[in-house]
């Protein structure tokens, strides 16, 4: 649990070391984040500057509207992947909106099962984890692929910051509590393995040593 809530904490550390000065320190957080997340400026939080999100737009968006950036072209597409922020619009949390809400999500359930695995040993039934995971989060994501260039083959649609939240949450806590379970059951058979190994077997004909 530890190891996600620190990868979850240090996108927030970004925009701070960002607003004090230490651009250094700031860059050594958001570019690796860059290999594991899309990391658009229109999908993120912000922080210390006039909004604490700005969606874009079929047209002229809020984030078209402070940045000057266009990202339904691929020129855009790239430079919404690189901006962090100024002054005005405040600076960028290192990891999205739904990244975010993932895996604050599976660390919270990790901790809930933590304290619970005594009676909850059993992992979610996987119709429960498609329903409530999985499917939310596919529908938001794929109505938002299938309706913007290059594909574009539904009408304009881009989600918003709460529903990425509550997806990405949903879908972090139908994680933990399938994968949690299943690695603790993999823990406690691992040591009934080896417990059996290391008990004498008792009922085992006894065998004089030789003496020769």
Avoid at 12 to 23: E, I, M, R, S, T
Avoid at 191 to 200: F, Q
Wanted: charged share 15%; aromatic share 12%; net charge positive.
């Amino acid at each position: 649990m530890s190891l996600l809530l620190i990868y979850v904490g240090l996108p927030f550390l970004a925009p701070v070391l960002k607003k004090a000065g230490a651009d250094g320190l700031a860059q050594a957080i958001y570019q690796p984040y860059k290999f594991v997340c899309h990391t658009y400026a229109f999908r993120s939080f912000f922080l210390f500057g006039d909004q604490l999100v700005y969606p874009r737009g079929e047209g002229e968006g809020e984030f078209e509207r402070a940045t000057g950036i266009n990202p339904l072209t691929p020129r855009g597409l790239l430079e919404a992947r690189d901006f962090q922020g100024n002054e005005r619009v405040g600076y960028k949390v290192a990891l999205c909106q739904r990244d975010i809400a993932i895996y604050l999500s599976m660390a919270i359930n990790g901790m809930i099962f933590g304290m619970a695995r005594r009676r909850i040993r059993r992992p979610i039934p996987w119709p429960v984890f498609v329903l409530i995971g999985l499917a939310p989060i596919a529908i938001d994501g794929f109505s938002q692929l299938l309706s913007q260039p290059p594909l574009a083959i539904l009408p304009f649609r881009e989600s918003t910051w709460a529903l990425r939240v509550l997806t990405g949450a949903l879908f972090g806590a139908a994680i933990a509590w399938l994968a949690f379970p299943l690695i603790e059951s993999s823990f406690a058979a691992e040591e009934r393995l080896a417990r059996v190994v290391s008990t004498p077997n008792s009922d085992a004909p006894y065998t004089p040593r030789s003496t020769s």
